[in-house]
Each structure stands twice: as C-alpha cells, then as structure tokens.
DNA sequence: CACAATTAGATTGTGCACAACTCAACTGGA
DNA sequence: TCCAGTTGAGTTGTGCACAATCTAATTGTG
C-alpha cells in the first residue's frame, strides 16, 4: 500500500521553501528602495527597455492584469512610472520610467550580489540551479 | 560603469517563476480535492503526524500563525480538521485530523507523481535539484 | 507568592496571485 | 459598412504571506 506522500520529500515543497526564503533575504534590502519583491521585478524590465504595456509586462513575468494593474498604481503613487494611454490603440497603457524610477537602478545593481552571497552556493552551482529551474519552468507551463 | 540588473539573469526570478508554475500544475489536480496548495502543505503535515500545534505546523511549513489560524478555520470549515484547546495548555489549539480529513490522503498519493510527469525532468534531475533547493533554503535562512 | 517576561494563537492591515467578470477599443469578414 | 468576435486593461472576490499588534495563559525569578 501507497504512503501519503511526505512533506520533506516533495520537489515542490522545496521550491515553495525557497523562493520564499529569497524574497525573505531580498526583503529588507528593498525596503531601503521603498520597493516589494513583485515591484522590483517590473522594475527589471522596464530598466532592460521601456515603455512596456502592461500585457507585455505580464509577458515577461507571468502576472495578469488583475496583479498588474493595482502594483503599478502603486509604482506610480510612488513617483517611480507614468502610465499613459496610448494614442495609436486607446487600448494600451504605456508604462513610462520617470527619472526617479530611472535613477533607481543605480543603487538597484548592488542587490543580486546579496542573494549569491547569501545563497552558500558556488557560482557554478548557482548557474546550474537557474537552469535546472528555467527547464523545470518551461516543461511545467508546456504541460498545462 | 555596471549594467542595471537583467531579469533573466536572476536566480530569484528563476526560484519565483518555478514555483508559481509548479502550483499552477498542482492547481487543478487539488481543485478535486477541493484545496488550495497551502492547504494541500499542512494536511501533508498532518497525515504525518497529528494533532500538531499551530505553532508546530509553522516550524514545520515557515508559516506565522497570522498564515495559518485563517487557513485552519478554511479546513475547519472543510469538515477536515478540528482545533480544540488544548487541556494542559489554555494557550495551545491542537489541530486533529477528521475521518474525512484523514481519508483525503488516499486520493492526495497519486499527486507527487503528477508534478514529476509534468517535469520533463528525470527523477536523478529532480532529486538533486530538491536537494540543491534545500541547501539553497538553508543556507538563505542562516543568513537572516 | 508576586509579577515581569515569555509564549501560543488570533487579529488587522498591506500587497501580491489568480479566477471571473466588465468594458471600451479595435479587427476582420460577410 | 456593420457587427460579431477579439483584445488590453481594469475591477471584484478569495486566499495566501507577513509585519505588527493584541490577549490570555504560562513560566521564571526574586
């Protein structure tokens, strides 16, 4: 007979574990840039180009409008974008960086550094943990 | 002068990513059950071993009591668990299992398979990938 | 014993995730 | 051209996470 599946042995559960352990780490140092960790992810992409629209944003990261929307409403309250309609498509909000939210990738840049000296990993071990997981990821939205 | 940050470059976001696609996949197998994931997480807790104080289940999960008394009246209200005071210890709510909730391990033995068929990865992939996720999550909470 | 400190659990408030829905703007045939 | 269908964004409702705070029960120490 079958045991139910236990806690401890679940790949799931480890990762679960994980990621909220490195938002946990990441956290305080955010909070110095007044961000949250789903806020600093929008802000990566729009620091690599922008504008973006937000189901382009949603592309990138996997995130619907229903978590985008009010997240950078608040971006915005924090002076950080600007969402503009678009004149083309009366459809598309463009999401503009202010040049507070531009100058923010500057003491931005110290921040990775902190999660792999926390991590107790190796660089190496770091590379093949990322791509462990981007195969996991793909497989797993390719099953869906 | 150092590059803003790339998302595709962060472990973080791979850890972020894996995760929500690895609940997206068990989603629609624990709809059946009729729970969510974290909920999922502590009856796994339990069929282990009951009653479990909420304290313990969080030493056990890295969940707060503000995480878990919500989530316990949920399975409550499931008619899974009950939460009775403990008599030793007024302060204490050990939370039993119901015949009900100690039945739904049965069907719950055949979801840990799910997850690794969805995986594309082989189950030596997978088991070292769980035990780089544990060394990872250790070491981040050590750092804390 | 008295009482300060600690502990277990619950509550409140904020911010994600995500499903389901709404609405306005656009698109593509018939 | 018309209008059914699609698309981009926003809204609503539920359920985590997690910080901060609260209360009541227990414990340790003088």
Redesign the interface.
Known sequence: M??????D??????????????????RPVLDELGLT?PQY?VM??L??DEPRGVKELGG???LDSGTLSPLLKRLEALGLVERRRSGEDERRVAIHLTTAGREL?VP??A??QR???????SHG??E???A?????????????
């Open positions: 079958t045991e139910a599946p236990r806690l042995r679940q790949v799931c559960f480890a990762l679960y574990s994980a990621s909220r352990a490195a938002t946990a780490v990441y960790y992810l990566l992409v620091w690599e990138e990261l996997g990738s931005a840049r921040i990775p999660l792999a000296d926390a991590a107790g990993l071990e770091l093949q943990l990322r462990t997981l981007g195969k996991l990821t793909a497989a797993l939205h390719q099953s869906l």
